[in-house]
């Protein structure tokens, strides 16, 4: 019976990166990268995106939010779907649309890696992140609410959505803790994203002197550089104070 688990457990976990691998061969076999983040790309298909939007808004919604979930179980990175989310929805729709997904697709991963990858996690990332056991033991909600506000203080999104296998955190503060902690960043990021609109609209070029004159941009941005160092004052006063415990 054990025997026939492990093997079930292989297969799926196999499964699993074979999925993985045909999706990146695919993916950046047919679209180029440089498009995804290339501002002129974004300019020249807006009127193209928009229309579509406007005559297919249900249907979109519900294809980006479960491509967003899928993404995330394929290691994506968050970052295009927060500037995409942001641009297409607006602000509030966007980060709704974008929040939601991203914490489902997470939690889906944490379970599934879990699962199946435990042994490679701890061999991988142990070694690296086990001086953080003290501070999950302690209270993993606020903790890793907080590493999650402060972006994982620059740990890709993937690692930061399994890391906390190391530390047997239960689901439901897994929730809890990515939904509520990701709000601010991604929030800031989807605005940033909405803000683009207003640029094109000008037809002007995104440099320094366009984005001083967009406040869709610029404030969201003063808010990621304001959240960044209440985080990283509160970062040194959190792990100051439980290095003397």
Same mark, same amino acid.
């Given at each position: 019976?054990?025997s026939?688990?492990?093997?079930f457990?292989?297969?799926?976990?196999f499964?699993y990166l074979?999925?993985i691998?045909v999706?990146?061969?695919?993916?950046?076999?047919?679209?180029? /990268?440089?498009?995804?983040?290339?501002?002129e790309?974004i300019?020249s298909?807006?009127d193209i /995106?928009f229309?579509y939007?406007?005559?297919n808004?249900?249907?979109?919604t519900?294809l980006?939010?479960? $491509?967003?979930?899928?993404?995330v179980?394929?290691? *994506?990175?968050a970052m295009?779907?927060?500037?995409?989310?942001?641009f297409?929805?607006?602000?509030m729709w966007g980060?709704?649309?974008v929040?939601?997904?991203t914490?489902i *697709?997470?939690?889906l991963?944490y379970?599934?890696?879990?699962v199946?990858f435990?042994d490679?996690i701890e061999?991988k990332?142990?070694?690296?992140?086990n001086?953080?056991?003290?501070f999950?033991?302690r209270?993993?909600?606020?903790?890793?609410m907080? $590493?999650?506000f402060?972006?994982?203080?620059g740990t890709p999104y993937?690692i930061?959505n399994?890391?906390p296998?190391?530390?047997?955190?239960?689901v439901?503060?897994y929730?809890?803790?990515? $939904?509520i902690?990701?709000i601010?960043?991604?929030f800031l990021?989807?605005?940033?994203g909405?803000?683009?609109?207003?640029?094109?609209d000008?037809?002007?070029e995104?440099?320094?002197s366009s984005? /001083?004159?967009t406040?869709e941009?610029?404030l969201?941005l003063?808010g990621?550089v304001?959240?960044?160092?209440i985080? $990283?004052f509160c970062?040194?006063k959190?792990?100051?104070?439980?290095?003397?415990?």
């Open positions: 019976m054990n026939k688990r492990i093997n457990k292989f297969l799926l976990g499964t074979i999925i691998s999706f990146l061969f695919y993916f950046f076999s047919y679209v180029d /990268i440089k498009d995804l983040t290339s501002y790309f300019k298909n807006k /995106i229309k939007k406007n005559e808004f249900l249907f979109l519900i980006f939010f479960l $491509f967003c979930i899928i993404w179980l394929l290691l *994506g990175f295009p779907l927060l500037i995409f989310g942001g297409v929805f607006g602000t980060t709704i649309i929040l939601t997904s914490t *697709g997470a939690t991963l379970k599934l890696v879990g199946f435990r490679l061999e990332l142990a070694p690296k992140y001086n953080l056991k003290e999950f033991r209270n993993d909600i606020a903790y890793f907080f $590493f999650r402060v972006g994982g203080g993937a930061q399994v890391l296998i190391l530390f047997d955190m239960p439901k503060n929730v809890i803790a990515t $939904f902690g990701s601010p960043s991604m990021t989807v605005a940033v909405s803000g683009l609109e207003s640029v094109i000008k037809n002007e995104i440099g320094i984005i /001083i004159r406040p941009i610029y969201p003063i990621f304001i959240i960044l160092s985080a $990283f970062k040194k959190f792990f100051k104070q439980n290095e003397k415990k």
